[in-house]
Structures are given as structure tokens and as C-alpha cells.
């Protein structure tokens, strides 16, 4: 059996990476870009640092912004549309995981539209052709959906999100620059950065984890829990450090899957529109003492990338408490909730723990689970 790894053509990495925008777009000979982004980036002026490089440069471009936290069936319909509309050739995405995922969803309905019932994309889908080019320019330092193979649709109708996994749909040019993520409040930076950190550690205990992607993943947990902190504070070296780390984690998860957390997250951000990286923060903790058993040695890692001394001195029991211990402090101290209480209706839980069981990233958690039991770990964060 061999192992695939999928990464970006290009990426761009650094305070004004996005001037680099108008060399790729002249050098690979794109004519009119959809920019994608969200209306509140284009309220803050965020949307402009990159529209005003395409200006500069005389490079054609129409606006689309009908983009919503959790981007729904109707988002990507509609940006098919203005697609067409404009007569573009290229996508250019710019936000966190919403306007990307976004943009992934167009570029491949586009290239591919046998496929334009958006709920055809779920799971593993048979396209034949690789998305329109895709441009993406991160403002957040969570996703790492600028380097994945992966989207996350909502199916408002039926309350629940639709995990898409595509080779096709990865962006050729990834321009990740810390400046573009200044402007994001303390809470969503510590949201998307305790998101970048749960990559980070399912996919490095995830069944489909080897070598390769373990070296992204402890390398990622070791960027993300130094700065993050700082990144909360705003300080330049945070932003450019967890710029980095979420990237890193990018690279390694898209390639071999997640676990649970990011299961029972994906239902809380489609009935409840969670925060996701909340969500994944708060489930965290509580997965990874369920996924004890089935991880071996390598807890004793996540321990030793997160700054905890003596591993080596330690029992297994005592490494394994001691990762999970990190990873609880780090996000009390970026101030994320402790509990699903004031989330979770109880007598949602069973609609939760089905969709969660449901779910494309729930095969790859390590240790083999049930509907019942996770119904009892949602239970245990109320």
C-alpha cells in the first residue's frame, strides 16, 4: 500500500506575501478572478489590502461576498452563479475556512458540472477534473484550508455539515501572511488556533498517520503552543508563528484524515452555528482521554512538543495525563468556554451523536467507536 501527499503548487509565506498576487496572476496568464470573501472582511477593509494589489496591478476582478460563518449549500449555488455572471477564469478566496471552503466548492462545480447538486460532494467524490484555480489568502490562523484537499458545506435544510474531500479542489497559490490576520479579535484567534492545534494532534494519532505526516504534526503542536499565547496578545511574532504552525498542520491532516473531535464539532457548528474552532477546543481535551488507549507512545510526543518536561521519566499513564493537562491549560489560558453547556440542548444529543457517527473524519479516529459512546462524551461535556 503506498501513502499520498497532496500540497499546494506554491505558497507564499511572510509579512506581504500578497504582493506576490499580480506576479502569479500575469505569470500563469489568468484573466478575471471571483474574490471571495465574507462580508465582515470587506466592512474592515481586510478584503482591500488584496483587491487594492489587483488594482494596482490593472487586474480584473468582480466581488463576491455572499459567504456566511457557516457557508451553506445556498452560498456555493450562488457563487456558481456570479461566477459565470462575471466571466471569470479564476478564483481568488480570501478569509478563513468559510470564504476557501467556499471557493473550493464553485471552482469545482465549475470545472465539473455534473456535479452542480452541491450535496453530490459529500464524502469522496468522483470528479474528473481539478477545480478552476484557486488563489487562497488566509486571514485566519486556524483552517489551513489554503493547503487542504478538504471543504466543509452546510446542508441548512438538514441541519448538518457536509464534510467534502477532493484532491481536485486544492489551491494552486497559497499566500499565508500574518499581516492579513492583525485585524482578528482575541477570541477568534485563540478559536481557530486551539482548531489548528486539534489538526494538529488528530492527525498525528489518526489511523492513517505515518512518517511523514508525524513530522508535520509534532512540528505544528511545538509552533502552535508557543505561540498562540502571543498570538492572542497580538504580538508580530505570534501572528507570524501560528501563521506558520497552522500551515504546517495543514499540510500533514489533509493527507491522512482527523478523529472524533472534529465529528462531534461539525454538528454543534451546523445546528447550533458553533464557532468551530470553539467547538473542537472544548471537545478536545475530553477526546483525547477516550483516545488514550489506542494511541501507544505517542502521547508521550504531544507532551514533549507542548513544552512539558521529563517525559522520558514518565509512566505512560502519567505522559498521557500530562499531554491532555497541556492542552487544557493552553486553552484556558486563550479563555475558551470549559463545557458545552451553555451550547448543547440535551435533547439534542442524540441527533448530535448520530451526525457525528456519521461523519467523514469519524473512521480515521484511532480508537473504534459507537453512536452510544459518543453519546456519553457529549453527556460529559455538559
Known amino acids: 500500500m503506498s501513502n499520498r501527499f497532496i500540497l499546494n503548487e506554491t505558497s507564499y509565506h511572510g509579512a506581504g506575501a500578497i504582493a506576490a498576487i499580480a506576479d502569479e496572476v500575469k505569470g500563469r496568464g489568468f484573466k478575471k478572478a471571483l474574490v471571495c470573501s465574507d462580508p465582515?472582511?470587506?466592512?474592515?477593509?481586510?478584503?482591500?489590502?488584496?483587491?487594492?494589489?489587483?488594482?494596482?496591478?490593472?487586474?480584473?476582478?468582480?466581488?463576491?461576498s455572499e459567504i456566511k460563518p457557516n457557508p451553506t449549500i445556498e452560498n456555493v449555488q450562488s457563487g456558481v452563479a456570479a461566477f459565470k455572471a462575471a466571466q471569470a477564469d479564476y478564483l481568488i478566496a480570501i478569509g478563513g475556512g468559510s470564504s476557501m471552503d467556499?471557493?473550493?466548492?464553485?471552482?469545482?462545480?465549475?470545472?465539473?458540472?455534473?456535479?452542480?447538486?452541491?450535496?453530490?460532494l459529500e464524502g469522496v467524490a468522483d470528479t474528473k477534473n481539478k477545480s478552476v484555480p484557486i488563489l487562497a489568502v488566509p486571514t485566519t490562523a486556524g483552517t489551513a484550508a489554503e493547503v487542504t484537499i478538504n471543504y466543509v458545506i452546510t446542508d441548512a435544510e438538514k441541519n448538518r455539515k457536509m464534510v467534502c474531500v477532493d484532491p481536485h479542489d486544492i489551491p494552486v497559490v497559497a499566500f499565508v501572511d500574518p499581516e492579513m490576520?492583525?485585524?482578528?479579535?482575541?477570541?477568534?484567534?485563540?478559536?481557530?488556533?486551539?482548531d489548528a492545534l486539534t489538526h494538529a494532534i488528530e492527525g498525528y494519532i489518526t489511523k492513517g498517520a505515518w512518517e511523514l505526516s508525524d513530522m508535520f504534526h509534532l512540528k505544528a503542536i511545538e509552533i502552535i503552543s508557543r505561540s498562540l499565547r502571543a498570538a492572542v496578545a497580538n504580538t508580530p511574532e505570534g501572528r507570524t508563528d501560528m501563521a506558520l504552525g497552522q500551515y504546517v498542520a495543514g499540510m500533514g491532516f489533509s493527507?491522512?484524515?482527523?478523529?472524533?473531535?472534529?465529528?462531534?464539532?461539525?454538528?454543534?457548528?451546523?445546528l447550533y452555528d458553533t464557532p468551530h474552532g470553539v467547538a473542537n477546543a472544548i471537545i478536545l481535551p475530553t477526546?483525547?482521554?477516550?483516545?488514550?488507549?489506542?494511541?501507544?507512545?505517542k502521547y508521550r510526543e504531544i507532551a514533549r512538543a507542548m513544552g512539558v518536561k521529563?517525559?522520558?521519566?514518565?509512566?505512560?499513564?502519567?505522559?498521557r495525563k500530562a499531554a491532555i493537562d497541556a492542552v487544557k491549560q493552553l486553552s484556558?489560558?486563550?479563555?475558551?468556554?470549559?463545557?458545552?453547556?451553555?451550547i448543547v440542548k440535551t435533547e439534542d444529543i442524540p441527533f448530535l451523536a448520530q451526525?457525528?457517527?456519521d461523519d467523514a473524519c469519524r473512521p480515521g479516529n484511532p480508537r473504534d467507536t459507537s453512536v452510544e459512546e459518543i453519546t456519553e462524551l457529549y453527556k460529559s461535556l455538559l
Do not use: C, W
Not at 477526546?287 to 507512545?297: D, F, L, Q, R
Open 355 to 357: 451526525s457525528a457517527y
Open 40 to 64: 465582515d472582511l470587506i466592512k474592515f477593509g481586510v478584503t482591500k489590502k488584496v483587491t487594492d494589489v489587483l488594482d494596482g496591478a490593472g487586474l480584473a476582478y468582480t466581488l463576491y
Open 310 to 319: 521529563g517525559v522520558d521519566e514518565m509512566s505512560q499513564e502519567e505522559y
Open 332 to 342: 484556558t489560558d486563550v479563555g475558551i468556554p470549559a463545557n458545552l453547556k451553555d
Open 181 to 194: 490576520m492583525a485585524s482578528m479579535p482575541k477570541g477568534l484567534t485563540a478559536a481557530t488556533g486551539m
Open 255 to 270: 493527507n491522512v484524515g482527523l478523529g472524533i473531535v472534529h465529528s462531534m464539532a461539525h454538528p454543534l457548528g451546523a
Open 102 to 120: 467556499t471557493a473550493k466548492a464553485i471552482g469545482i462545480i465549475i470545472a465539473n458540472p455534473e456535479f452542480a447538486d452541491v450535496r453530490s
Open 287 to 297: 477526546v483525547m482521554e477516550y483516545n488514550a488507549p489506542a494511541t501507544g507512545e
